[in-house]
């Protein structure tokens, strides 16, 4: 990567301090052609992704750039950080120094709307002829990229979550691949526990693990992850309230700490606290190193065992489930384009989110990092997808969940999080610390209700 100063000043924010960042130089991925980029309305692009994805928006970047004769697009990669802060957006957004296009988390796209940071697209896709009620999309996915009705953004992909398991590692400690096998439906989450659990090893002096079966809060394996899985319904809608403290959310949340007590909760997060840091590289995770036997993840996962881990001998199967006989759930998500308020180039810009989050650009993401495209024409393209890639396609995108997209989804989330790492540290018992994070949600969203 290369670094220089652009024409718009970059602002560093922290998070959760949006107004306290300090004046930075952004990091440029890729630096166009200066001669043919003269003539052309300059676009700033920021994301924050980083590896595959990176590349990936880059060559999409490069492509439209490619065939376009009036608009040049700069990629530009803004440090990583949770996907819920937008401070750095924020803070240059009110300084007047924004970007033109912003990758956005789907899932929040209705908070930072209903806070006047994006821009409403309605009028600019019906100036390029695209509908603005997002009908060609998968519903849920246009769901989220909508607030009160209007469009706020495009949505770019989508990702369905699965368990991963590393084939030698198990087989080394005797558990039985056999309920592991997604033919055989999904096995239950104490199953999963006891086979993991065979594949523990611990270091040499005995205070961390030097392999371990499964870590309970690793990768995809987030609250919603269990929530969905125990059946919870995290938004009362009739009511207008959020529901992290229902009585399945406390018995999934109570599986989890009881998993992290019997092993020594400082133990475990020793082991994966390197790993958990946002951004940082696939490398660094214990499933490339061959260290962890099973995860929960997404189907992005198999591009990047593709590219670090070509040997790994893994399977791919269905999220477990409480009992036996219930049948598996899992969830969805994905990424958007957004256009900030104050945008200096919003037509420009809206050229550039039609063609990256339209076929063209979502066919060359869906090839080069294994995600979902969300737009329905091209599910119907069956040599995007390559055999393990199906599953996810077929059996379990069709009746997938999604978070609820509220006006305040990155506090939910956020207060959601610090709940579960209490849970995971065996700080705070589930119940108590899920009525905290009802009543820290709540405060935010009771002036938006009723919502509709």
Known sequence: ?????????????????????????????????????????????????????????????????AQSEDVEVTLEQIPPGEVTDSARLITAVRGGTGPDVYMLDRFIVAERAATGLLTDLTSLLEDNGADPSLSDHIGFAAAEATYEGAPYALPFDTDVRALYYNRTLLSEAGADLEAFDAANGPMTWDALKEAANMANIDNESGDNFAQMGYVPYFNQAW???????????????????????????????????????????????????????????????????????????????????????????????????????????????????????????????????????????????TEDTAHIPTLLALQEDASLFEERHTFFVNELLPTTNNRPPLPVGARYWDDMTAAFERIWLNEEEPEP?????????MTLLTPFCPIG
């Not at 997060?269 to 940082?280: D, E, H, L």
């Not at 759930?329 to 339209?358: D, H, K, N, R, Y």
């Not at 610390?433 to 949600?441: P, R």
Request: glycine share 8%; with cysteine; proline share 7%.
């Open 223 to 365: 609250h919603y992850t269990y929530g969905f899985s125990w059946g919870a319904d995290f938004f009362n809608e009739e009511g207008c309230e959020v529901t992290p403290n229902s009585p399945e959310m406390i018995e999934a949340m109570q599986w989890v700490y009881d998993y992290c007590a019997e092993l020594d909760p400082s133990k475990v997060q020793a082991f994966i606290q390197a790993a958990r840091v946002p951004g940082a590289p696939p490398q660094e995770s214990p499933w490339t190193q061959n260290r962890l036997a099973t995860m929960v993840t997404g189907d992005w996962q198999i591009a990047q065992n593709r590219e670090y881990a070509p040997d790994m001998d893994y399977g791919i199967t269905y999220l477990p489930v409480p009992e036996d006989g219930m049948e598996s759930a899992t969830w969805a998500g994905g990424w958007s384009l957004v256009i900030p308020e104050g945008a200096q180039q919003p037509e420009a810009a809206t050229q550039f989110l039609m063609f990256a989050c339209g076929e063209p650009g979502q066919r060359i993401y």
């Open 433 to 441: 610390a899920l009525n905290n994070a009802k009543d820290a949600t």
């Open 1 to 65: 990567m290369s670094s220089r100063i652009n024409r718009r000043t970059l602002v560093k924010g922290t998070a959760g301090a949006a107004g306290a960042a300090a004046l930075a130089t952004s990091s440029v991925y890729h630096v166009p052609n200066v001669i043919a980029r003269q003539e052309k309305t300059p676009v700033v692009f920021w994301t924050g992704f980083t590896a595959q994805a990176l590349e990936s928006l880059q060559r999409i970047t490069d492509e439209f750039n």
